[in-house]
């Protein structure tokens, strides 16, 4: 069947505390990453970028008036994919020299991806339809050889680093198991936690290549433990710290902690 084209790419919803959330309407569940802007005295936080199909630079532009630090989460094609239009790019150093290259032809059926990665997609709990996305993003848009551009870091970050916004300070904490390089954002002065991919309300994915269960449970231990108020994660809505608990506690229990 054939992809009528979108008619906006985007979708963005403000929450509290200069705090945007911006999301892909037309891809599924499993691609439909948050993008998170926090706006900041000297300047803002662009936390995620999408899968990269449209411009999210010129989508957004009316939420720039000032620097932009755009930083990864971590290196999985959808919260990488604008990443490129930045002209200040963060990511933890254990996925750096991903991002350093471009991403290589990669295809947004299911049709070419291997059967095995995508039944492990399935088991985990997500649907996975035909095509990732539900409309194209421009009349000539490839599906099949879709490519991230290289967007190396400009400022590689670890466990204890600050991003000072000037009135805002968030410190990196490594938060690996998902991926190596998965970092989370924690303002200690409001409790809030960006968590990327490390921690959402939907289901984990632990056997991706690079992810790694046993490194993962320790990274729940210390999410448990964090006094958090709300959660911003990377897929699905935001929850509080109750919330938080209660996944980390499941995931454990899943693999017997
Ligand atoms: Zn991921
Ligand atoms: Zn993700």
């Known amino acids: 069947m ?3 084209i979108a008619e906006r790419w985007f979708d963005f919803e403000l929450t509290s505390d200069g705090i945007t959330r911006i999301w892909e309407p037309h891809t599924i569940r499993l691609m439909q990453c948050n993008i998170w802007h926090v706006r900041g005295r000297d300047r803002d936080l662009l936390i995620d970028t999408g899968l990269g199909v449209a411009s999210l630079r010129s989508a957004a532009m009316h939420l720039f008036d000032k620097p ?3 930083v990864a989460t971590h290196a999985h094609i959808d919260h990488v994919g604008s990443l490129h239009e ?4 963060i990511i933890h150093r254990a996925e750096a020299a991903e991002i350093a290259v471009d ?3 990669f295809s947004l059926q299911r049709a070419h991806h291997d059967g095995e990665f995508i039944a492990s997609i399935e088991r985990a709990g997500y649907q996975v339809p035909a095509s990732f996305v539900t409309a194209l993003p421009s009349p000539a848009f490839n599906l099949i050889e879709f490519i991230r551009p290289a967007a190396a870091a400009t400022r590689i970050v670890e466990e204890g680093d600050i991003l000072d916004l000037g009135d805002r300070r968030f410190e990196v904490l490594h938060l690996p198991g998902h991926s ?3 970092i989370g954002l924690w303002e200690a002065s409001s409790a809030t936690l ?3 991919d490390a921690i959402y309300d939907g289901p984990l994915l632990d056997e991706l290549p ?3 269960i046993a490194v993962y449970m320790k ?3 210390r999410l448990q433990a964090l006094p958090v108020r709300v959660v911003h994660a990377g897929h699905d809505p935001s929850f509080d710290g109750q919330r938080l608990r209660v996944l980390a506690r499941q995931y454990l229990a899943r693999h017997g902690g």
């Open 2 to 4: 054939a992809l009528a």
């Open 68 to 70: 932009v630090s755009a």
């Open 86 to 89: 930045f002209e200040h790019r």
């Open 103 to 105: 991403s290589g032809p």
């Open 180 to 182: 190596p390089g998965s």
């Open 194 to 196: 960006f968590s990327g």
């Open 210 to 212: 690079g992810s790694d």
């Open 219 to 221: 990274t729940m231990q």
